[in-house]
């Protein structure tokens, strides 16, 4: 049974950078496309980035482009989130998400099957 454990999150003021980790177990990473998502209270889930499981594809969500980067690393099992000049409205808990299966493309709509806890994202000054 995979299982994805999130860490990294933490507070940090308006242009500052955090690097979030989604760690792996169970199974291996290179078999599934992975995704970011992020939940702010009294808004809907939104899909953040995502990199395929055939030739790390990425797809980025409007509001991070040019600000974040997706990554992974297959030798540890682990896929990241650089998030770099942050604004508040990041704030939110961010989840990693698996989706198994030969994708050599990713979409932020996918359903994907496994979810970690999440971490939280406070960016305040």
């Known amino acids: 049974q995979l299982q994805l454990v999130e860490s990294g999150g933490g507070l940090v003021q308006p242009g500052g950078s955090l690097r979030l980790s989604c760690a792996a177990s169970g199974s291996t990473l290179d078999a599934y496309t992975i995704g970011w998502f992020r939940q702010a209270p009294g808004k809907e889930r939104e899909g953040v980035s995502c990199?395929?499981?055939?030739?790390?594809?990425?797809n980025y969500a409007d509001s991070v482009k040019g600000r974040f980067t997706i990554s992974r690393d297959n030798a540890k099992n682990t896929v990241y989130l650089q998030m770099n000049s942050l604004k508040p409205e990041d704030t939110a808990v961010y989840h990693c998400a698996a989706l198994r299966g030969p994708n050599w493309h990713c979409g932020l709509t996918y359903d994907y099957n496994y979810w970690g806890q999440g971490t939280q994202v406070t960016v305040s000054s």
């Open positions: 990199v395929s499981s055939r030739g790390s594809n990425t």
